[in-house]
């Protein structure tokens, strides 16, 4: 398995996490993105990545910026390196990869809400 570098500062708003605790992960809240990712509304579901797969070169930072009004959602890591924990609309998460690779993320609780990160 790679070896990644992430940058880690808590901080900003965490959502309620189904009534659980939860401190973001593997990310920041602050910094300068390469690539972002928007956390929109989509009215076939609830919620979606936008884009969904993403490419970045080794080193690129991405940042999800929290924009649906009507649910909170998670940036969530499948090999769960990075979380974002459940946000609300105005959260921004951001990841910068050091290493690269094939990054799966989810919602935590939207299981159609899929996502990529291609490092290369």
């Not at 929290?66 to 959602?73: C, E, I, L, M």
């Amino acid at each position: 398995m790679p070896r990644r570098r992430f940058v880690v500062s808590c901080g900003g708003s965490s959502g309620d996490n189904g009534g659980q605790s939860c401190s973001p992960t593997g990310g920041s809240t602050s910094g300068t993105a390469t690539q972002t990712v928007k956390v929109v509304t989509d009215p076939n579901t609830i919620g979606k990545y936008d884009p969904a797969n993403v490419s970045v070169k080794v080193g690129d930072t991405v940042a999800w910026d929290f924009q649906d009004n009507s649910a909170q959602h998670s940036v969530t890591a499948d090999d769960s390196s990075f979380d974002s924990c459940l946000e609300n609309s105005g959260a921004k998460f951001m990841v910068t990869f050091s290493k690269a690779g094939d990054f799966k993320y989810h919602c935590q609780i939207h299981a159609q809400m899929l996502g990529e990160i291609k490092v290369g």
